[in-house]
């Protein structure tokens, strides 16, 4: 018996879910919104990535996501002397393992061409070895029949752009004239572009956040440098897959990563403002007053250009209380710019603290 029960417990450790903790990523839901925890970009050994389909998910799982895409390049498959060529494997490997994780899979992959037009994902698609034609409008066309959600990657990597500066080029300009690009990313693994955020105000497409792993992410995003990966925060009605769907083809999302938030106004303040709240003063005396701001989200808040007699400056500690001193003759309310907020090419969110 005692035989047995060794191992038992051998074969249950050994197994990659047994008794892994799932991390809880703190972050607040908007007004008739739930927040989603995405990444919509990485590989497998399907194409040029190094894990096996069930590994993303199980390392997806424990980072507190709530929805990922496993995006296997169509036209490049490096491994195919030792691993066939099947667009879907990746899919059809991991769909069961999400359902039985509570995370929702988004059948997706990864157009691949030089540029133009770059690199695209196609998300919410049904058959991804439709995608195969050699007219790169083609592939865009059947994958829009399938009803895909088109995500524009990595815009200014320098492989493709050597000033890593995203450009929009005429096939570009006729996807967005169709209505068939969607989305754009601004966080790429640990690259970032700025002027991501003017394209997607300019032509109402959704900021995006994708780690485009290919190793293991534990390894590639550790502590204390990364809190965590990369992520795209969908704000849907619901937690399901079809509510998913419907709140990024309504382009409501924020990209997040390293304790930036970037993306449009109408969701970054909302964001701001559900995370923290301020206090009552508890306390005056003949200069100044005293008040508490709490932080109920991961992200710590950094306000500056306060105005005179204010602090200059704040941090909102994450999941935390911050102390802050003000002088009596402020006027009411404090206005602050935060850092770390992105919502334009070279605009910062701006907001109020009233106390």
Known sequence: MKRLIIITLLVITASP????????????????????????????????????????VGEAWRDGLDAISITDHIEYSPKEDFVPVDHNAAWKIAENVARDYNLILVHGTEITRKMPPGHMNALFIQDA???????????????????AF?????????????????????????????????????????EYYPLVITFCKQFNLAVMANSDNHGVIS?????????????????????????LKEAMFA??????????IAGKEE????????CISVGKPYYQDDKNVFFEVTNRSDVP??????????????TIAANGITRVVVSKKVTFPLVYNVKNVLIGEEEVLKVELKY
């Open 251 to 260: 382009r409501r999302t924020l990209a997040y990563f390293r304790n930036i």
């Open 267 to 274: 969701y970054a303040k909302p964001f701001f403002y559900q």
């Open 17 to 56: 879910f047994g008794f892994a903790q799932r991390k809880t990523v703190n972050l607040p839901d908007l007004p008739g919104y739930v927040t989603l925890k995405c990444d919509f970009h990485m590989h497998t050994v399907f194409s040029d990535g190094n894990v096996w389909p069930t590994v993303r």
């Open 301 to 314: 808040f950094y306000l500056v250009n306060g105005k005179p007699d204010s602090p200059q400056s704040i």
């Open 219 to 243: 390894e590639d995003y550790r502590e204390p440098e990364y809190s965590n990966r990369p992520m795209t925060l969908v704000f849907a009605k619901e937690r399901t897959h079809d509510a």
């Open 129 to 147: 070895s439709l995608l195969t034609a050699d007219s790169v409008m083609d592939v865009y066309a059947a994958a829009i029949k399938q009803g």
């Open 150 to 190: 088109l995500q524009w990657n990595h815009p200014g990597w320098k492989s493709q752009e050597p000033d890593g500066i995203p450009k929009l080029y005429a096939i570009h300009k006729t996807l967005i004239e169709k209505g068939w690009l969607h989305g754009i990313e601004f966080f790429n693994d640990s």
